[in-house]
T-cell receptor, first 116, second 113 residues
């Protein structure tokens, strides 16, 4: 398997623009997670899906952030409008349910977002 | 609430030596899983080792092993025969009660030649 795939790897945009990050999970995984990593706050869970349904979005910082999972092989994280404080590395991860195959999460390579 | 604490922001080790990274956690769950992830400069998060809480035997993966002390809620990572490629951020993580991984703040490991 190719692992979790994220695109783009790097994104530079101006404040106020819309940003869309994409993720393809590992085939067969039931869970998909979006994380944000910054020096100040470390790794933060933003939202996660089970079988394409959002389960917990309590980590989404503001209404400017939205995430969708239209099918089992694709998810997007959208920021509209973007702000400089959104600059971070955004990770997507996927996993089987806990108790089946350990539940450990496999991470994508991340998208480094810079908002100027 | 579940918490994971890594008290060592930075550690260093000489190549070929052994180093131990500390992690303590708190959870009210009786069944949970513990993980160590490695994040090299490439940013990729790589699973290093995992431990099921109900297993008393400490997990090992080649040069990596853990010291799991359930009563003390301690989960340290030992790296033997350290190599330059082991230099990275190391994150301890807890999974229990839900599918949400709780991460520590990380320990930056430097390997000196």
């Amino acid at each position: 398997d190719a692992g979790v795939i994220q695109s783009p790897r790097h994104e530079v945009t101006e404040m106020g623009q819309e940003v869309t990050l994409r993720c393809k999970p590992i085939s067969g995984h039931d869970y998909l997670f979006w994380y944000r990593q910054t020096m100040m706050r470390g790794l933060e869970l933003l939202i996660y899906f089970n079988n394409n349904v959002p389960i917990d979005d309590s980590g989404m910082p503001e209404d400017r952030f939205s995430a969708k999972m239209p099918n089992a092989s694709f998810s997007t994280l959208k920021i509209q409008p973007s702000e400089p404080r959104d600059s971070a590395v955004y990770f997507c991860a996927s996993s089987f349910p806990t108790g089946t195959v350990w539940g450990e999460q496999y991470f994508g390579p991340g998208t480094r977002l810079t908002v100027t | 609430a579940q918490t994971v604490t890594q008290s060592q922001p930075e550690m260093s080790v000489q190549e070929a030596e052994t180093v131990t990274l500390s992690c303590t956690y708190d959870t009210s769950e009786s069944d949970y899983y513990l993980f160590w992830y490695k994040q090299p400069p490439s940013r990729q998060m790589i699973l290093v080792i995992r431990q099921e809480a109900y297993k008393q035997q400490n997990a090992t993966e080649n040069r990596f092993s853990v010291n799991f002390q359930k009563a003390a809620k301690s989960f340290s990572l030992k790296i033997s025969d350290s190599q330059l490629g082991d230099a990275a951020m190391y994150f301890c993580a807890l999974l229990g009660g839900s599918e949400k991984l709780v991460f520590g703040k990380g320990t930056k490991l430097t390997v000196n030649p």
